[in-house]
C-alpha cells in the first residue's frame, strides 16, 4: 500500500452532513478500508475534522485530547431543546435590552474551569445507548456535570440578537451548551446558531483541504502535497530519541529500558505521553514514562524507563 495512504487528511467538513458520512465520503474518495474521525461535529457545524488513514488510525487516541479553537454565532431571544438551530423552540424571550457590556462581561465570566451538563441531544451514552437516541424518543435522563476549560473567549460582535464570538477550549466541550449557558445567565434563552471549527492542533483552517479538493487531489496523483504525516500530528508531543539497534525491541513490543535511549526531555513523569523517534524523526511509538526525571537518574541502565501505549511501525 502507498504509505501516504497511512497519513491524515486535514478535511474541512461542510455543514449538513455527519461526521460519521464525511468518513464514509473520505474513504470511497480515497479507497482506503479504513479510517477515522477525531472529535466529532454537529452536522449543523462546518470546519475542521482531521480524518486518520488506515495505520494512522492508531493515534486518534492520542489526537482526541487536543483542545479546539471556534467561531461560534450565537442568536439571544430563544432556547430551543436541542441548543442550537435544529431543534424546536422551548421559550422565547425579548433581548433587546441585552447590551455588548453585558455580552462581554458574561462571555469572560465562562473563562476558565467549568461544570458543564452534556446536552441530552449529543452523542454521549447511558448504559451504551447515545443520549441523543433517548431524546428523539422522549425521554431525558439526568446527566451529570463534567469539567471542561475554556483557555480563551474572545467577544467578535454584536448585531442585534446575534452575537459571534471565538473559543479556545478542552475537548469534550459542547459550544451550544455555552450559548445556552449564557441564555439562562440571561434570561431571554439563546440557542447556537453557527459553527466553525478553526483549529485542532496542527490541523489548522488555513492548511484544511475540502472533500472536493481532496478528490481532485487524488486524481491528480498530488496527495502527497496535501495529507498530514503522522510525524506533524504527533509534534505536540515530547520526544524520545532511541538506539537504532533497539528499533527491532519495539517492534516486537518491548518496553524501553534506560540504555536504549539517545535522547530525552528534561522534565517527565507518569501519565505523561511521549514520542520515540529514530535519528530521521520517524515516530516510532507512544510511549509513557515509568518514573519521573528525578528517579530516573537513579535507574540502573537495564531498569525499564519508560512503557509502550502503541506501537507505530
Do not use: W
Not at 488506515?54 to 493515534?59: L, V
Not at 431524546?135 to 480563551?152: C, D, L, M, Q, W
Not at 477550549?169 to 459553527?195: E, K, N, P, V
Request: proline share 6%; aromatic share 8%; glycine share 6%.
Amino acid at each position: 500500500m502507498d504509505c501516504t495512504l497511512n497519513q491524515v487528511v486535514n478535511l474541512y467538513k461542510p455543514s449538513g452532513p455527519t461526521s460519521f458520512s464525511m468518513v464514509h465520503t473520505v474513504k470511497r474518495i480515497l479507497g482506503v478500508k479504513k479510517a477515522g474521525h477525531i472529535g466529532t461535529l454537529d452536522p449543523m457545524a462546518e470546519g475542521i475534522l482531521p480524518i486518520c488513514l488506515n495505520q494512522s488510525t492508531r493515534i486518534i487516541r492520542f489526537l482526541s485530547p487536543l483542545s479546539k479553537h471556534y467561531q461560534c454565532t450565537m442568536t439571544l431571544g430563544a432556547a430551543t431543546d436541542t441548543q442550537d438551530s435544529t431543534g424546536k423552540t422551548l421559550f422565547e424571550r425579548d433581548p433587546s435590552e441585552v447590551t455588548e457590556i453585558q455580552i462581554r462581561n458574561l462571555l469572560m465570566s465562562f473563562k476558565g474551569e467549568q461544570k458543564q451538563v452534556p446536552p441530552m441531544y449529543s452523542a454521549k451514552k447511558s448504559k451504551g445507548i447515545p443520549l441523543y437516541k433517548l431524546a428523539r424518543n422522549g425521554i431525558t435522563i439526568e446527566r451529570k456535570p463534567v469539567s471542561v476549560h475554556f483557555y480563551s473567549i474572545d467577544f467578535i460582535n454584536m448585531d442585534e440578537n446575534r452575537v459571534e464570538f471565538e473559543v479556545h477550549c478542552s475537548a469534550g466541550t459542547y459550544i451550544r451548551t455555552l450559548c445556552h449557558d449564557i441564555g439562562q445567565s440571561l434570561g431571554c434563552g439563546a440557542h447556537m446558531s453557527g459553527l466553525i471549527r478553526k483549529r485542532v492542533g496542527v490541523f489548522a483552517q488555513n492548511c484544511s483541504i475540502t472533500p472536493e479538493a481532496l478528490e481532485t487531489a487524488n486524481n491528480n496523483g498530488n496527495l502527497a502535497g496535501v495529507l498530514f504525516p503522522v510525524e506533524k500530528a504527533l509534534e505536540f508531543l515530547p520526544k524520545v530519541r532511541v538506539n537504532d539497534d533497539f528499533i527491532e525491541s519495539i517492534a516486537n513490543g518491548n518496553a524501553l529500558p534506560k540504555f536504549s535511549l539517545k535522547a530525552y526531555p528534561g522534565e517527565f513523569k507518569p501519565g505523561m505521553m511521549l514520542r520515540v523517534c529514530n535519528d530521521s524523526d520517524k515516530v516510532l511509538a507512544i510511549v509513557e514514562p515509568i518514573v519521573d526525571q528525578d528517579l530516573f537518574s537513579r535507574l540502573a541502565p537495564e531498569d525499564i524507563a519508560f512503557k509502550l501505549k502503541r506501537v507505530l511501525i
